[in-house]
């Protein structure tokens, strides 16, 4: 084995990985009132966070940490039973850290930093060479290996994964602006002009959420950020803008690590907090070719999964008949009669006969009703849709019984049925 690999392999094992996943979402609106974002099914069969978690294991990373807070049962209950599958006597884990009041003015967590700051005590009995932040509520494939090689062979403190987008789209992220040699030197919060990148101006570097730092570095910010008057105890807004010209800080290139097809140009990486973006991300898996290699073998994404029955469409009548077509069917769902064109169905979705859904997102365990009509909407998990409810082509009607998004998209509750 050569010797710079096997370096690595050391560095791999002495890496925490810290999965945040305490935030609500509030801009998915009523889909998180129950569930914390990263435990949201996505992909039919997977919730968000399994994208982080299954990132970790192929890149080599044994020892991970998911810090909970809002709504976060059943979320618990995914990574207990999902991913509790590694060797503890081999200091090898992936556990959730629940939120407890750690510190000593006993507050839930205010911001990113401060998620990391209230578990000092467990880090530090961990004790590890580096720590990798993860936001445990985006949708990609990335090899954090490549990214910790990269920080090392750069001596830096911290590094901050950036991902390239034209300038003007940059404005609705935190952007960092980067010399010929990608070292920060100036982090931007949502800028109205963001800074274009050395070599090609019309393209900005945005954060996504992904750090790495080297672990005592670290512990010492955390430490002067809580005595920071005013400080909102977070990494995008406090902690690395503070950080710039006073530390080794770089940015790593999402291009350099992203795990993609041969063939794919853009890496692939979604955050999908907003319901117009989530619909997208789901609604594009039905395409002939995603953007987002869901049947790649070698970088699998794993889940917690029930054993259920495979998907079943029944009734080839002339006057009924249960198809799908351009369509992602779960395992369990049963199409009886009813037609379904470009929509992702979630497992134990049922279809009756003569509904129509199309362009939509159907979420674990729903109905849909007879005669029924949805397009591009999102029906919420344990929502049963009444026979005969049209859904999507009534704007005005829409807004008033249900939620709309900006981009018309429409978010339907059992709540929200239950107040017909």
């Not at 009041?101 to 009995?125: H, K, L, P």
């Amino acid at each position: 084995m050569d010797i710079r690999q096997y370096d690595l392999n050391t560095s791999l094992k002495n890496t925490l990985a810290l999965v945040l996943a305490g935030g609500r979402g509030s801009r998915l609106m009523d889909l998180t009132d129950n569930l914390a974002k990263p435990a949201i099914p996505f992909a039919g069969k997977f919730r968000i966070i399994d994208f982080p978690l299954s990132n970790c294991l192929h890149s080599g990373i044994r020892k991970v940490a998911v810090p909970t807070q809002y709504r976060s049962h059943q979320l618990i209950q995914h990574v207990q039973r999902g991913w509790a599958f590694l060797k503890a006597e081999l200091q090898e884990f992936i556990e959730v850290w629940p939120a407890q009041q750690q510190t000593a003015d006993e507050s839930w967590y205010r911001g990113t930093a401060d998620a990391v700051y209230q578990n000092m005590d467990f880090i530090r009995a961990i004790d590890p060479t580096y720590i990798l932040v993860l936001a445990g509520d985006h949708v990609y494939k990335q090899d954090y290996s490549k990214m910790l090689a990269q920080h090392i062979e750069r001596g830096a403190e911290a590094t901050v994964a950036c991902v390239e987008v034209p300038r003007c789209n940059a404005s609705g992220f935190g952007v960092v602006k980067v010399d010929e040699n990608d070292q920060i030197v100036e982090f931007l919060e949502k800028p109205t002009n963001p800074p274009g990148l050395p070599h090609n101006p019309e393209v900005a570097f945005a954060s996504m959420g992904i750090y790495i730092f080297n672990a005592d570095f670290l512990i010492a910010q955390l430490i002067r950020d809580a005595g920071t008057q005013g400080s909102s105890r977070d990494f995008g807004k406090d902690m690395l803008p503070n950080l710039v010209g006073r530390s080794k800080l770089y940015a790593h290139r999402f291009a350099d690590s992203c795990v993609r097809p041969d063939n794919q140009l853009e890496p692939y990486w979604r955050d999908v907090g907003t319901l117009d973006a989530y619909w997208e991300a789901n609604i594009d898996l039905t395409s002939v070719t995603p953007a987002l290699d869901l049947y790649e073998p070698d970088w699998p994404i794993w889940t917690s999964q029930e054993q259920r029955p495979p998907a079943k469409f029944v009734f080839d009548d002339d006057d009924r008949r249960g198809v799908a077509l351009d369509s992602v069917i779960g395992a369990g769902c049963i199409v009886s009669g009813g037609t379904v064109r470009r929509s992702l169905l979630s497992n134990n979705v049922r279809v009756n006969s003569h509904s129509l859904v199309e362009n939509s997102v159907i979420l674990p365990n729903c109905d849909i009703g007879r005669h029924a009509r949805i397009d591009h909407a999102i029906i919420a998990q344990d929502t049963r849709i009444p026979p005969g409810l049209v859904i999507g082509e009534d704007p005005e009607l829409d807004a008033k019984r249900f939620y709309r998004s900006e981009g018309g998209i429409v978010l339907v509750t059992a709540a929200m049925i239950a107040d017909l």
